[in-house]
């Protein structure tokens, strides 16, 4: 039977800028416990190579590529106040983008039976034209946009579990019938998208679905979101392929957000979408990584994903437990904030 995989590149580390959220730390911690478990022994290694300029302009007009290559050759700067360029970075984007894309292709090929991508910078908030919230590139858009050239696919199922609406993504594929959209996400919340209004134009009308929440819904409204919503939509579909942008910034207690999703809420939501393969698109599902911000929590969370895609039994660890009562996670959510205040444009300078 094909192995779960997974890709990552060394060289993301080059695109970092001290105390900002989004660096290079996020994916140092995963890795050491992904090593510590021995999760990485146990599924194979696809390469990251950067992608093609054939491949990225499917999704971003050459002016957005040049002008993020440019900045990086110029030593770097901020295309808006929260996202940076560094020397690195413009490499970097191109490794996170083409490892997406050939864990894609070596899942649909069957190379491969399901996958997660360790890449950073994360992409769900870059539009066509715009890099925003930390991201340079839409990672999961050129996934599908591959999908849909190189392999004919006409029905992909893109699910945003990251507590910030994917608006990128969104805005790539709101006019095409062939990719529904799927995200749940804290609102009125950065960046602003995602009512429940926003359902497609065009063609793509009805292919969008936003499913905005209040801070505070936890496990038990997670839960009854992807039951009573997602599968409906998801079996009327019948997807190929199921692409997953992955952030586990909507755990109770990520510094950047304020929802209160436990690891086990997490790892429901990821069986869910397991069983939803499985049932749909022969397993095919591969899972990209978007936000994280609580060091312990991302880690521990790609952690029980990557165990839950080799076995659907495997036993998940939850060493943070659920969500406090109101009074004290404000507390911790308070006090974890002052430790990772981002106010944006800071010297780019280590």
């Given at each position: 039977m094909p192995t779960t995989a997974y890709c990552y590149d060394a060289a993301e580390r080059s695109h970092d800028l001290p105390g900002h959220p989004e660096n290079r730390h996020r994916l140092e911690s995963t890795l050491a416990l992904l090593t510590q478990t021995g999760c990485l022994r146990q599924v194979q290694a696809v390469p990251c190579t950067p992608l093609s300029d054939e491949r990225l302009l499917r999704v971003h007009p050459q002016q957005h590529v040049q002008r993020i290559e440019t900045l990086?050759?110029?030593?770097?700067?901020?295309?808006d106040p929260d996202t940076y360029v560094r020397p690195g970075s413009a490499l970097a984007a191109r490794l996170a983008a083409g490892g997406l894309v050939n864990l894609t292709l070596a899942v649909l090929d069957g190379q491969a039976g399901n996958g997660f991508a360790l890449l950073r910078p994360p992409g769900h908030h870059a539009t066509a034209a715009e890099a925003m919230g930390f991201c340079l590139y839409s990672n999961v858009a050129l996934a599908a946009a591959t999908a849909q050239v190189e392999r004919n696919l006409s029905r992909i199922l893109i699910v945003d579990f990251d507590v910030h609406h994917g608006n990128g993504t969104q805005d790539i594929f709101y006019h095409d019938a062939g990719v529904l959209f799927f995200s749940t996400h804290q609102y009125p919340y950065y960046p602003g998208s995602g009512a429940i209004n926003e359902t497609g134009a065009g063609a793509g009308m009805g292919a969008t679905a936003n499913v905005p929440l209040p801070p505070g819904v936890g496990d038990q409204g997670y839960a009854a979101i992807y039951a009573q919503i997602l599968w409906p939509l998801a079996r009327r579909f019948q997807p190929q392929l199921i692409l997953v942008s992955a952030?586990?910034?909507?755990h109770w207690d990520d510094p950047l957000a304020g929802m209160t999703l436990s690891l086990t809420g997490y790892a429901h939501l990821v069986s869910e979408l397991l069983d939803m393969a499985a049932e749909l698109c022969a397993g095919k599902i591969v899972f990209a990584l978007e936000g994280g911000y609580n060091l312990d929590v991302l880690a521990h969370g790609v952690n029980n994903t990557l165990w839950l895609l080799q076995d659907r039994q495997a036993v998940i660890q939850d060493l943070f437990g659920p969500a406090p009562p109101p009074r004290a996670r404000y507390q911790r959510l308070a006090a974890a904030r002052?430790?990772?205040a981002w106010t944006g444009r800071r010297s780019?300078?280590?």
């Open positions: 990086a050759q110029q030593g770097g700067g901020y295309l952030g586990y910034d909507a002052g430790r990772a780019l300078q280590p």
